[in-house]
């Protein structure tokens, strides 16, 4: 079997790490490829991994020669293997690829992402051409798909992550000391995107009030306008107080690892929260808010769920576990089993096999 997927490839963060999981756990026997609009640090990790992606140019919408040139390209991109479907990750991707898939044939999925709301212009497009199936990340956004577009089938079948990477304690000491935290310090992380619901401006309001020798890691930098104002925003608010703002980084996984907690006191629903489940799998507890996809990462064996995203909840959820060591720990070592079960990558990879294998069987037969 084989798999092309389209994604837009000018953002980094879940989608893009779940795909970087799913070609990690590709076989001879269920084979991923990658199309992408954009060459930009997806690509760039995709051929560190071996992986050579298909680059068919970038898009605007709002200028319909780069779409009917990218479409072109991913037509012959289609017609050059004989793919057994086509899965268009989020809206965008999907308006992009369904009259392609359409074109040649082939049965076309769409993995959901975010919460569909049905008002925006790329899921008023795809509405129009409705893709054959959907792929839900969570439960939480599949109950939001029944809503939007209840015709239409769907699986719910958790994002891939990539297993942690082996680090050891001189490299996670190394690591620490680089970015100014002793042993005794405890490392608070948060690794998002730089967007307003994700809490980060509770956070640095909540460290205000904490106890202890601490210090807040903020990763990830401006990826569009918004969020660069969004940015500037929070340093002046984090003045004075034990944060650290680190950019953006590629090594992610390692930060985790070299810190105490993870915390990301969400303001609204995350969908799922790739980056939760990296956390658990290095072993680091997460804090986050009790709403959306987190509910079905996060429990009581491996982090702390708080009914409110307030620096109140969220400080005092902090101070627990930052005067408690033995409880973070216990926490922490629960992670990286309850990381395997939701999002293994080999099990990810063969639900999305057998998505597309029932899809083929319903297509043809109709």
Not at 98 to 124: C, F, I, N, T, Y
Not at 265 to 271: D, K, L, M, S, W
Not at 343 to 360: I, L, M, T, Y
């Amino acid at each position: 079997m084989r798999i092309l997927h389209v994604t837009a490839g000018n953002l980094f963060g879940g989608i893009e790490r779940m795909l970087l999981g799913i070609v990690s756990a590709a076989n001879d026997e269920c084979a991923h490829d990658i199309a992408l609009s954009f060459d930009a640090r997806l690509s760039r990790e995709l051929r560190d991994y071996g992986v050579t992606p298909h680059v068919i140019g970038d898009v605007r919408f709002r200028r319909p020669d780069t779409v009917w040139r990218a479409r072109r390209a991913l037509r012959r991109v289609i017609s050059a293997s004989a793919y057994d479907a086509v899965i268009a990750h989020a809206p965008w991707s999907c308006a992009l690829a369904g009259p392609a898939a359409r074109r040649a044939g082939v049965p076309l999925l769409m993995w959901v992402h975010d919460a569909p709301h049905g008002d925006q212009w790329s899921e008023r497009r795809v509405a129009r051409m409705p893709p054959d199936r959907f792929i839900c990340n969570s439960g939480y956004t599949a109950a939001l798909v029944a809503q939007w577009m209840p015709g239409v089938a769907k699986d719910v079948i958790h994002p891939a992550v990539a297993a942690a990477p082996d680090v050891s304690t001189i490299e996670r000491r190394t690591l620490r000391e680089e970015l100014g935290a002793r042993e005794a310090t405890t490392v608070i992380l948060i690794a998002a995107r730089l967007e307003a619901w994700k809490g980060h401006r509770v956070l640095i309001e909540a460290a205000r009030q904490l106890r202890g020798d601490i210090v807040v890691w903020i990763a990830g930098g401006p990826q569009r306008p918004a969020e660069a104002a969004y940015a500037e925003m929070l340093s002046r608010l984090a003045a004075g107080t034990a944060v650290r703002f680190l950019g953006e980084r590629v090594d992610v996984p390692r930060l985790m690892a070299a810190a105490d907690i993870y915390c990301q006191p969400n303001t609204a629903p995350e969908p799922f929260g790739v980056v939760f489940v990296e956390a658990l799998a290095a072993g680091t507890p997460v804090i986050t808010t009790a709403m959306g996809g987190a509910t079905e990462i996060v429990d009581e064996q491996c982090g702390v769920l708080v009914r409110e995203s307030t620096p109140a909840l969220v400080g005092a959820a902090l101070q627990r576990l930052i005067d408690d060591s033995s409880l973070r720990n216990a926490l922490g070592s629960q992670g990286p089993a309850r990381a395997r079960r939701i999002s293994d990558p080999a099990d990810a990879v063969r639900h999305v096999c057998d998505a597309v294998r029932e899809q083929r069987l319903r297509s043809s037969a109709a």
